[in-house]
């Protein structure tokens, strides 16, 4: 089962964007901020207030799947697909 989780941020200086996920049935914390001179979104993943991970958000096509965080996760899979601009969770 796949789950999408809306990625809506607001650019104002702020972090702009929180979220939750589950991955390997583990909660983790999600925050985006936009990085200025790479000029792109970038994503930090928590648990307990560690960073697990920390990459830019590559959009995956439709008919392709970019995994962020690969090889972290042992059976769940997070991606962005930037057509729907949601995040997607699997399992």
């Not at 796949?2 to 589950?22: D, E, L, M």
């Not at 991970?53 to 996760?73: C, E, K, M, N, Y």
């Amino acid at each position: 089962m796949t789950t999408y989780v809306p990625f809506n941020p607001i650019n104002n200086g702020n972090v702009p964007w929180k979220g939750q996920f589950t991955l390997d049935g583990q909660a983790y914390t999600a925050q985006a901020s936009w990085n200025l001179f790479g000029q792109r979104w970038y994503l930090s993943l928590f648990a307990g207030g560690t960073v697990v991970w920390f990459g830019p958000i590559i959009g995956s096509p439709l008919d392709f799947d970019i995994p962020l965080a690969p090889g972290v996760f042992q059976t769940s899979t997070l991606l962005y697909r930037s057509d729907t601009g949601n995040f997607e969770v699997s399992p």
